[in-house]
């Protein structure tokens, strides 16, 4: 029976060593490396319309404390984020800000939309003439959370899913160019 | 004053117009035109001294609109509520009070946004919470809105 050996690319390892026997460097794919550094860094936008960004201000104050996972830096302006928590009820006379915000936001972009209002329009579904029925009308979601409001905890839960998504996308594609097929002939 | 006092000194003093009373508050019903000469007449009268509007609001009681008027007083420490039955539904109108209390200015905008009550006098009034080319007053009990999903 073959057992298929390992393959061990030959390297000669002492090329790149320094006077002191070490080597410095490491080796890894863009993807991970881009993935590793934008999972742990993700700037939220400091964007709040209502009750939810109560439980939202708690996650980032001493309690909860959510920069352990890298989120800290609230930016004030939409062209320093990555990422856009919707947290609290959209309006009709809101929409079109949240909108121009989402534009504004710099590729790699992701949206988490925080509670039932910016899910479903949740209490304000039935009856109201006011209130947007969800934020994946007007932009694309990553994360839904539940709840109303969601403890910080779902919300720091949220996050983290956000980051396990980004770990797994494809930082790099590089497509090859098309081949015209008229000039090959 | 105490309710009772006061429902009894209103009797007195404006003895043409109806006085009842709720569960907290005596109730004076007036007429568009006798509004503001009576409002600053409570306003300044040393017995009542009401100068704090704190609340203002109206009610689709269909088809008339009735505008509410909650007057407190700072020195007294006693409330009462005065009510103005509008018939018109097609063109609403009443004289603002911005000129008696000058807390009326945001009530009267926001009344007008959701009711589409017209305010004569009013320094600036204009559509608060909603965008300005909204069709219709939501709070009216015969508004109609597509996006509105019933049970």
Same mark, same amino acid.
């Given at each position: 029976?073959?057992?298929?050996?390992e393959?061990?690319?030959?390297?000669?390892?002492d090329l790149?060593?320094?006077?002191?026997?070490?080597?410095n460097?490491?080796?890894?794919?863009i993807?991970?490396?881009?993935?590793?550094?934008?999972s742990?860094?993700?700037?939220?936008l400091?964007f709040?319309?209502?009750?939810?960004?109560?439980?939202?201000?708690?996650?980032?104050?001493?309690?909860?404390?959510w920069s352990?996972?890298?989120?800290?830096v609230?930016?004030?302006?939409?062209?320093?984020?990555?990422v856009?928590?919707?947290?609290?009820?959209?309006t009709?006379?809101m929409?079109?800000?949240l909108?121009?915000?989402?534009d504004?936001?710099?590729?790699p972009k992701y949206?988490i939309?925080?509670g039932?209002?910016a899910?479903s329009?949740?209490?304000?579904?039935?009856?109201s003439?006011?209130?947007?029925?969800?934020?994946?009308?007007?932009i694309?979601v990553?994360?839904?959370?539940?709840?109303?409001?969601p403890?910080p905890?779902?919300?720091i839960?949220?996050?983290?899913?956000?980051?396990e998504?980004i770990?797994?996308?494809?930082?790099?594609?590089i497509q090859?160019?098309?081949?015209?097929?008229?000039?090959?002939k | 004053?105490?309710?009772e006092e006061l429902?009894?000194?209103l009797e007195?003093?404006?003895?043409?117009a109806?006085?009842?009373?709720?569960?907290?508050?005596p109730? #004076?019903f007036l *007429?568009k035109?006798?509004l503001?000469?009576?409002m $600053?007449?409570?306003?300044?009268?040393p &017995?009542t001294?009401?100068?704090?509007l704190f609340c203002?609001?109206?009610?689709?009681?269909?088809?008339e609109?009735?505008?509410?008027?909650? #007057?407190?007083? *700072?020195y007294?420490?006693?409330?009462?509520?005065? $009510?103005v039955?509008l018939?018109d539904? &097609?063109?609403?109108e009443?004289?603002?009070?911005y000129?008696?209390?000058?807390?009326?200015?945001?009530?009267?905008?926001?009344?007008?946004? #959701?009711?589409g009550?017209?305010f004569?006098?009013?320094?600036?009034l204009?559509?608060?919470?909603?965008?300005?080319e909204?069709v219709g007053?939501?709070?009216?009990?015969?508004?109609?809105?597509d996006?509105?999903?019933?049970?």
């Amino acid at each position: 029976m073959d057992v298929k050996k390992e393959y061990i690319p030959e390297f000669d390892g002492d090329l790149y060593k320094d006077e002191f026997g070490r080597t410095n460097f490491i080796v890894t794919t863009i993807d991970k490396i881009a993935n590793w550094g934008r999972s742990n860094s993700p700037w939220p936008l400091s964007f709040g319309t209502s009750c939810c960004a109560i439980e939202l201000m708690s996650t980032v104050s001493a309690k909860y404390d959510w920069s352990r996972f890298g989120f800290e830096v609230m930016r004030a302006s939409p062209r320093q984020c990555d990422v856009i928590v919707v947290a609290g009820t959209i309006t009709y006379k809101m929409a079109p800000v949240l909108k121009r915000l989402y534009d504004q936001m710099p590729d790699p972009k992701y949206v988490i939309a925080m509670g039932a209002c910016a899910v479903s329009g949740g209490p304000f579904y039935y009856n109201s003439y006011a209130v947007l029925r969800g934020v994946d009308n007007i932009i694309p979601v990553d994360v839904y959370i539940p709840g109303c409001p969601p403890r910080p905890e779902s919300l720091i839960h949220g996050m983290m899913t956000l980051q396990e998504k980004i770990r797994k996308s494809k930082a790099y594609v590089i497509q090859k160019p098309k081949k015209n097929k008229e000039e090959d002939k | 004053m105490i309710k009772e006092e006061l429902k009894q000194y209103l009797e007195q003093t404006f003895p043409s117009a109806k006085v009842d009373e709720t569960f907290d508050f005596p109730v #004076l019903f007036l *007429t568009k035109e006798e509004l503001i000469p009576v409002m $600053k007449q409570l306003r300044d009268a040393p &017995e009542t001294k009401f100068n704090f509007l704190f609340c203002e609001t109206a009610v689709d009681r269909n088809p008339e609109f009735e505008m509410v008027y909650h #007057l407190t007083s *700072t020195y007294y420490h006693h409330d009462m509520m005065v $009510k103005v039955i509008l018939e018109d539904r &097609e063109n609403p109108e009443i004289e603002s009070v911005y000129s008696v209390w000058e807390a009326a200015d945001l009530y009267e905008d926001e009344i007008y946004d #959701l009711f589409g009550i017209r305010f004569t006098n009013h320094p600036n009034l204009r559509r608060i919470f909603l965008t300005d080319e909204w069709v219709g007053y939501p709070l009216r009990k015969d508004y109609q809105d597509d996006r509105i999903i019933s049970l």
